[in-house]
């Protein structure tokens, strides 16, 4: 069903509803008890969220008894300060994030002009937004959620996921764990995608478009939260071949980082059931790793030509499960030429990709303002993550063109 959010009276996009509901919560101090409890709920603009439920085939009924079944309900009461993202486990393709009051009113003054856009760039990498909700226990605090389209499907064969911004200062993992779920950041990151020309082209076009909508709307700290996997024939083989430290293992920049922290899956927009490890928890396949010489890579014909002709089908989407040819380089920084080992050629190996441009209700206030004024005295400002929209806008393009290559 087509979207047409022109058709929406203005009233739409303030209009909420209030409900009051109950539902049964296991009692932790006793075994078989069971209280019941009431709940003040409110749903804004929720005609506005069905539309755009209809446009990736979100049924209303189901996503309503998704986000208010007892479990989901149990885990956002649960959810600690550090907790913002909850998985849906009703539904694979949801995920909550707990939200502060400053940010929901950030999403609802962008509404209408997020509509707009996502209805006139079907392609928009920018993450789906479902709805907006708050939950009250009786005689508890009120909690505001916003429901996502998650971006990495729970099942897809992970071995990395990075959250890049295109910044460096304060965006690198310290000493990761193995067998942690774990996102890694900026100066973590080592790899170059080359995808078939059309395809890039379609995708840098599209993330310049989404980012002059976010620099319109006074929109920065957002980020590409991608996922690396492995293609589907190595599937049953990922945990019995040669590991894939061999070929990640010099990715990470030598360079040390003071303000490094910990990253995971709740904190940047991906569900925390997810089978992401950390590095050198995972393995490629042997045999779809190899050493080309930097001809072979600029002369290596491309395989997704195939693909290239469902580009303008209903079938193609940007950032979901893209094939690509992935090619460990150093560290990259936005300014900067990403340089390649050349001793013993280049490793490559094929994946699929998965993408958004998430945390998109990052607005430049007073907070941000004084932030960057307080770092750029002590580092580079083009280094720190606050800057101002446009100039972040410029640096994530510029950044996102130094991962994305053309395989020629």
């Given amino acids: 069903m087509a979207m047409h959010f022109k058709d929406l009276p203005s009233l739409a996009f303030r209009d909420a509803q209030r409900n009051t509901i109950r539902y049964c919560k296991q009692d932790s101090g006793r075994v078989d008890d069971r209280v019941y409890s009431d709940y003040k709920c409110k749903d804004y603009c929720p005609d506005v969220f069905r539309r755009i439920q209809e446009l990736r085939n979100i049924d209303r009924s189901d996503y309503m008894m998704s986000i208010r079944s007892d ?84 099942d897809a064969n992970i071995f990395r996921v990075f959250d ?28 170059r995608f080359y995808l078939d020309p059309l395809i890039q082209e379609k995708l840098l076009g599209q993330i310049k478009h989404d980012c002059e909508f976010l620099e319109a709307q006074g929109i920065m700290d957002y980020s590409l939260l991608i996922g690396i996997a492995l293609p589907p024939q190595n ?130 206030n007073l907070a941000k303002r004084l932030e960057h004024a307080y770092k750029s005295i002590k580092y580079d400002s083009k280094s720190i993550v606050t800057v101002n929209p446009k100039a972040y806008a410029s640096r994530f393009q510029e950044f996102m063109s130094l991962v994305f290559h053309v395989d020629c």
């Avoid at 910044?167 to 000493?175: A, E, L, T």
Wanted: aromatic share 8%; net charge positive.
């Fill in 71 to 154: 479990l989901t309900l149990r885990k956002i009461l649960s959810a600690g300060k550090d907790t913002r993202v909850i998985p849906v486990s009703t539904d694979d393709r949801l995920v909550i994030g707990i939200v502060p009051k400053s940010e929901k009113k950030v999403m609802l003054r962008v509404l209408p002009s997020y509509c707009f856009h996502l209805e006139m760039n079907r392609d928009s990498l920018l993450s789906i937004l479902y709805g907006i909700h708050y939950m009250k226990p009786i005689g508890g605090p009120k909690v505001y959620f916003s429901v996502y389209s998650r971006v990495i499907p729970s």
């Fill in 164 to 191: 890049l911004k295109g910044s460096w200062k304060g965006r690198k993992i310290n000493k990761p764990r193995a067998k942690e779920n774990i996102i890694l950041k900026d100066m973590d990151f080592g790899f």
């Fill in 235 to 364: 599937k049953d083989s990922v945990d019995s071949r040669s590991s894939y430290s061999e070929v990640t293992s010099s990715c990470h920049s030598p360079m040390n980082s003071n303000d490094s922290r910990n990253s995971n899956v709740q904190n940047t927009g991906y569900g925390d059931s997810s089978p992401v490890n950390s590095v050198d928890s995972r393995s490629f396949d042997s045999d779809r790793i190899s050493s080309c010489s930097s001809e072979e890579v600029e002369g290596t014909q491309s395989i997704y030509s195939d693909i290239s002709k469902e580009l303008d089908s209903s079938k193609f989407r940007l950032g979901v499960g893209m094939p690509a040819r992935t090619i460990r380089s150093k560290m990259i920084k936005a300014g900067h030429v990403p340089s390649t080992r050349s001793a013993g050629g280049l490793e490559c190996a094929d994946v699929v990709l998965y993408f958004s441009i998430v945390d998109i209700f990052q607005n430049y």
